[in-house]
């Protein structure tokens, strides 16, 4: 045990300076050398060619294969990242099947091809539920902008909801978004998905239900709301949902309301002896 701890503080301490201001692992494997191109000569295409000889020769393949798919991303190359990770993930381990489904989504979400990044955060759904998920485990390390932080399955179920509801908006199925974004919202809510949510009761005319899911957004009360793009969102959906017509400033809505009102009743003498379209209508319905 002693050893042990006393080989891994001399191999960080004998970790090149290099390395590790730029990120990359130590040696000349290809893999290596993709990770150089990748992140310090800024090379894409020649990290992609030496991701490729890394796959080739099995050296790291979990990581080369997810690395090329991300890098071909940014390229535009999403389709050829795609066939990449169908053609070469049954290479990988079992623990780089999770990751590798993760930038699949990405990957179908840019080229629009939803109805398979549904299907796919369904199966993410599934496993979650069969107990599958995280390797069975109650928590995974995640990564953002370089920053390591712990994810539960409460959170990745939310957020796998989220971006099921998003793909069903994408595709103008707006009830089936409405049903899963309000499933996330029970698990984990916060205010980007309640804006979703509240566009999805929009396009389904539902203004009232929408206002009151935007209040919580616009009043603080959910994760998430201090974040002023969120807020401007809110504020712009609000617009939607509030009536277009406003009185005048200065002027008595009851005061304007009795005004029209002994107008009516001043014409409704006239009234009475003609029969208004409407009810022609109605009758004609009867009949």
Known sequence: MEESSRSKSSRRRDKDPFCV???????????????H???????????????????????KVDSALKDMAVVMKQ???????IEAIKSF????????????????IDLYKKCGRMDEQIDLLKQKLRLIYQGEAFNGKATKTGRSHGKKFQVSIKQETSRILGNLGWAYMQKSKFMAAEVVYKKAQMIDPD??????LARC????????????????????????????????????????????????????????????????????VSLRTKRLPIFEEISSCEN
Not at 21 to 35: E, Q
């Open 89 to 104: 993930r049954g290479l990988c381990s079992k623990q780089a099947q999770e990751p590798l489904d993760n930038v699949l």
């Open 201 to 268: 009761l929009i396009s389904q005319a539902r203004n009232i239900e929408a206002h009151l899911v935007l209040n919580e957004v616009l009043e603080g009360k959910l994760s998430g709301s201090q974040d002023w793009k969120t807020q401007n969102r809110a504020q712009e959906l609000m617009l939607e949902v509030e009536p277009k017509w406003r009185p005048p400033l200065g002027f008595d809505l009851e005061d304007g309301f009795i005004n029209e009102l002994d107008e009516l009743l001043n014409e409704s």
């Open 37 to 59: 191109a990748q992140l310090v000569e800024k090379d894409h295409e020649a990290a992609i060619v030496l991701f490729w000889e890394a796959i080739n020769a099995g050296d």
């Open 75 to 81: 390229l535009n190359r999403t389709e050829e990242a």
């Open 21 to 35: 201001i730029h990120k990359v692992p130590s040696g000349d494997s290809p893999y290596v050398r993709a990770k």
């Open 191 to 196: 205010a980007n998905k309640a804006c979703n």
